[in-house]
């Protein structure tokens, strides 16, 4: 089985800023890892698929990147709606997610 | 537009059995492979299960493995999963997800499942 880890496991940071998280899978997945955002008391939603294409109508201030083990995770200038806990996904095999980094003010 | 609608939750005691359900609606139904994600309370997403579009194959997480069965009816745009022997820890919000080339990329709102006794 492929375990995802994420770093940090939460963050603060100020409107405005830039955040990154890192996903690291404990096997090369190529580029089959998304990103999830998910609101309190929310479903998730995807954000971005293949470690950087980002779904359609998602701010371009959300970037992904990475291949093999190692992604990231990037928002750029901090919003207040983005207050969240976002979660990494491989879909390599079979299905596995990482456990979270929750972002908060 | 795209709906998912999860039903079928509640309270169980251990050792019970429910079904949930997802009806879809907003896209074709068929087109697509159907998930289960979880999320126990206070903590993070979990994969359950995954049936393909056309219901040839089908695979479960290992903790529920030989208890939980999911299925489809592409003639009535309903996803269901059949949860027998249930037990403390399948305590969780469920939610069905829609499948494309294994990114999930639209969600239900969620069911409770709380087995308790």
């Known amino acids: 089985d492929i375990q995802m880890t994420q770093s940090p496991s939460s963050l603060s940071a100020s409107i405005g800023d830039r955040v990154t998280i890192t996903c690291q899978a404990s096997q090369d997945i190529n580029n089959f890892l998304s990103w999830y955002q998910q609101r309190p008391g929310k479903a998730p939603k995807l954000l971005i698929h293949?470690?950087?294409n980002l779904e359609a109508g998602v701010p371009s201030r959300f970037s992904g990147s990475g291949s093999g083990t190692h992604f990231t995770f990037t928002i750029n200038s901090l919003q207040p709606e983005d207050i969240a806990t976002y979660y990494c996904q491989q879909y390599h095999d079979l299905f596995t997610f990482g456990p979270g980094t929750k972002v908060d003010l | 537009q795209v709906q998912l609608v999860e039903s079928g939750g509640g309270v169980v005691q251990p050792g019970r059995s429910l079904r949930l359900s997802c009806e879809v609606s907003g896209f074709t139904f068929p087109d697509y492979g159907m998930h289960w994600v979880r999320q126990a309370p206070g903590k993070g997403l979990e994969w359950v299960a995954v049936?393909?579009?056309?219901?040839?194959?089908?695979y479960y997480t290992d903790s529920v493995k030989g208890r939980f069965t999911i299925s489809r009816d592409n003639s009535r745009n309903t996803l269901y999963l059949q949860m027998n022997t249930l037990r403390v820890e399948d305590t969780a919000i469920y939610y069905c997800a829609r499948s494309a080339l294994g990114v999930f990329d639209q969600w239900g709102q969620g069911i409770l499942v709380s087995v308790s006794s």
């Open positions: 293949d470690s950087s």
């Open positions: 049936i393909w579009h056309d219901g040839s194959e089908k």
